[in-house]
């Protein structure tokens, strides 16, 4: 029963990603060329509310499903790793046309190609599990 919720809130994102546009090609490639501010829009308001989200968790002490307590650390200082990191994941994300989530999203769409990002997404997600005793982290 709870992968049928898990199941029934992704396609209801997905539809969400789907029916706002995030998941076009066109919007990501006008938001790489500062063209609109309609990605950036969609980008700032989750942070918002991502900011917010966590805030209340933290201050009212609310419990994860099934009763287990949050564990909420505060991530490493430092400048290097991230934005290494981000220059990667928004290059990948540039070339692709689509971040992790959209991809998923397109394929539903009937768009077949993006399978071939999804490989290769998956084939650098196991590289990175293969290289990352020897990264700096």
């Known amino acids: 029963m709870k992968y049928l919720s898990y199941l029934t809130i992704g396609i209801f994102f ?4 789907y029916k706002s546009e995030a998941a ?3 919007r990501i490639y006008e938001m790489f060329q500062f063209g609109s501010f309609h990605m950036y829009g969609i980008i700032g308001s989750a942070l918002v509310l991502g900011v917010i989200g966590v805030q209340i968790i933290k ?3 609310i419990k994860a499903i099934g009763g ?5 650390h505060p991530k ?4 290097t790793n991230y934005l290494i990191g981000g220059i990667i994941f928004g290059l990948g994300w540039a070339l692709a046309g689509a971040c992790p989530g959209p991809m998923y999203v397109l394929v539903g769409a009937g768009f ?4 071939v990002v999804i490989g ?4 650098g997600t196991f590289v990175y599990g293969l290289l990352k ?3 700096p982290h």
């Open 24 to 26: 076009s090609w066109f």
């Open 76 to 79: 490493r200082k430092g400048v």
């Open 14 to 17: 997905g539809i969400i990603m």
């Open 120 to 123: 290769g997404a998956l084939l």
């Open 133 to 135: 005793n020897k990264l």
């Open 112 to 115: 077949p190609s993006i399978l």
């Open 59 to 61: 201050r009212n002490n």
């Open 68 to 72: 287990k307590e949050m564990n909420l």
